[in-house]
């Protein structure tokens, strides 16, 4: 029989200074593919890296490729999270850069950081147009990368990944940030390679997954284990903590309209991202905004928290005010609680998680102010609630990435806004935790708090949600309200 | 026209140059307000242009800009930033007769034209802003006496002051306020609220003057920061080809060098950078910086002069009248280097190897940082504004020659910076001619504590570190760098 793919043995991963994985063994057979899940902080992506040869360990990890096949003799790993550079090779990126004319040109195009990659492993580009069309991103290859949503860079970086072919694959969060149809059509392009020959291995929580995946574990406490496809430990059910004090006040709100948009158009050059945008928020309403991948969700929300520049040519109304009538944007941030993956892109490297959740109060990205006692008291208590206590004085950006996002979600809610914005606020996060936050979005809620939320999966919204607009191309395709329907 | 500066009696001379405030943040707590429902235009629209008007909007204030007639009717670039992210843009007949502040952010070159052009049309009491003294000073320009004149200068590249406002912190900001143009005593006050406007007023504001400015600036950027980084790259670059060290690797050990080298500079000063040599090479580096700064310190003291006397800046004009003759072949000149001609090697330096093969860079840059501030400060310039001049901004344009060379940095600096680094790369060449047939793969090249066992005298180690930790840029730093902990990184490697 042929040697495994993968053959681990006696495996002591660290991650930072913690033991994270000991002992640990795990064979992986050719056209064998794996679902790998557990709860965010378990250790999934570490063991990942180290199967990739990316991160140090302790004992013995073995690849046995097969000189027969056609298919590249590697072993592929895919991050969670994107990054690029500029033409100069700088990844020095700022917050809202994306949205200022004349910053977009200074990093490559879609089609250039393909051709240097398939230069580089000697791909035929024929091959890419295929798989760039089958996730309907074929529209894209001229823009820059610095214009892409989050949805088409985590398309960018799996079409990369599929162009290779390589005999191992592990992919880090597939799904995330992509829309239903994507999702489908990834998990087609998934029973095509490895039916080619690559062994897969998902990490993910998601339970849409191709049929070609036969084999899951669980990452718990340090150990992998097997389990059956439908098989999900339940945690021992954490009981709801009420939520701090400060937070079950009704926050301050204006009345009537809180967004109003009429005729709004938005365009880079010749490129309409937005069309004739109608619609009005009024103070209270749960909103659901949902559209495909690059439909310009984003970009609409940009206007709203005061992010784009071509706010000031288009007849918008936030909180009662026109637009460029005096205010700042810092007036139009104090009332908007905002979580995107942009925001978290763009993050101060430097803040601890304390740092980063009192930086809400200021809507800065890192803290730049002394806090006074009330502010930090009520940092305490929330950092409770999220059971991040012990990881404070940590930097942000050295928690796994699931952590990461409470800490977001926390800097998030802290100042008790009127408005509350959630970008696909639960990436990375496993169900549990979902459901948990989508709670406290419903409890927050309760008190008159206005909600504009996106989320791709359907089943992993809040219940409060009532209406919902969907874009498509750039244009409003319906408005209506869910909760009748349901 | 003649020499501002050159007219005022010493006392007034040494009055302004010493004018060095660091002003505390609850100078600020009136935001935007005596800016507020004003129209502010700026003309130019480059990238101090376009991304101080992003900020200044994005604040609240109203802002538009104004270009020359060509620039919009070809439609040039400076009028697709602005129009691109939907600014009003018009002509200065149409625009600066309403404007109760007109920002003057284009080119040195430009500014006396500019500023005959507007004049005439500013309202009365309206107020002009610059962000440079040059013409002011230098060129001695006169303002009708009814418009009040301020400065406002962000201390770091465009892009960095859009960068960090965004993210809710700013740049470190230098403003003055002309004395001969403050009819109605609001010069300080609107200065004050544009820095809050673009976000300066969180990482440190340093009140100055037009005088101190110019001095210190021209200072800074002729000698350690433009001259000295040029001089010192390529006199590296060169030595290590001499030896026999493989040019790819001496490329990118200098490319990147300089950056790597200057943000430890950044975060804690030359004693950091210093820090970051073994103990036996701290000593090495120490030694052969002194001697650096002996043979070098004459030709500081000449730019200083020169730049106190009006002499450079009478040389400088007289090229920009000959159609930038000089600049030109220098410009070019530098393109031909062989350090410029040489592209970075795909090889891997790790961060520490920056510091171990590259001790002479190391050298130079200490030598340069304090004899530059050491001589600002002889000359009646205060410390706070000589520490923003040499040390502060070394690192920012250290990060230019990391993105492509001195090409780039010369493209990205003004072509006043260019003129003076120029001038001081070829005086400072010859100079350390002597001094560089010494120098061995041991500084540059290779590292230093190779098959040395490391160990030192506690004694000379005890004294080096004394000297180094006290000096006046290191305490003054110290103080400075706490209000703007904040700042990132900037980083290419």
Redesign the interface.
Known sequence: MAQPIVHITNLDLKYQHRLIFQDLNWTINRHENWLLRGISGSGKTSLAKAIAGLVRFQGNIELNFDSQSSLAPIVYYVANWYQFKDLEGQSNFYYQQRYNKQSTETTATVRFELETYGQKHQLQFSEVEKLLAALGFADLIDSTLIQLSSGEHKKLQLVSALWLKPQLLIIDQPYNGLDKLSRQNLNRLFEEITAAGTTLILISNDKELPAAIHRFAEVRDGKLTEVSADEYTLESETESKPIPEFLSEAPVSSTGSIIKMAGVNISYGEKQVLKNINWEVKSGEKWLLQGPNGSGKSTLLSLITGDHPQAYANDLHLFGNKRGSGESIWDIKKRIGLISPELHWYFDPLATVKQSILSGFFDSSGLFREPDYTRKTQAAELISYFGLTEYQDNLLNQLPLGKQRLAFLARTIIKNPELLILDEPCQGLDQQQTQYFNKLVDELCKNGTTLIYVGHFESQLPACIEKRILLENGEVKSVENILESV | MSNYFNTLPLREKLNQLGVCDFMDSSEFLDG?NAL??KKLVIVGCGAQG?NQG?NL????L?VSYTLRKEAIEGKRDSW??AT???FTVGTYEELIPEADVVINLTPDKQHTAVVNAIMPLMKKGATLLYSHGFNIVEEGMQIRKDLTVIMVAPKCPG?EV??EY????GVPTLIAVHPENDPEGKGLVQAKAYCVGTGGH?AGVLKSSFVAEVKSDLMGEQTILCGLLQTGSILSFDKMIEKGIDPGYASKLVQYGVEVITEALKQGGITAMMDRLSNVAKIKAFEISEELKTIMRPLFQKHQDDIMSGEFSRTMMEDWAAGDKNLLAWRAATGETAFEKTPAGNVKIGEQEYFDNALLMVAFIRAGVELAFETMVQAGIKPESAYYESLHETPLIANTIA??KLFEMNRVISDTAEYGCYLFDHACKPLLADFMKHVETDLIGKNFNEGKDGSVDNRALIAVNEVIRSHEVETIGAELRKAMT?M?S???V
Do not use: C, M, P, Y
């Open positions: 935007v507020k429902g376009l992003l909007r994005d604040s609240g109203n697709k930033n691109e992210n939907n892009s859009r960068a965004v993210r809710g912190f969180r993105r492509k904040a990132k900037i980083k290419t």
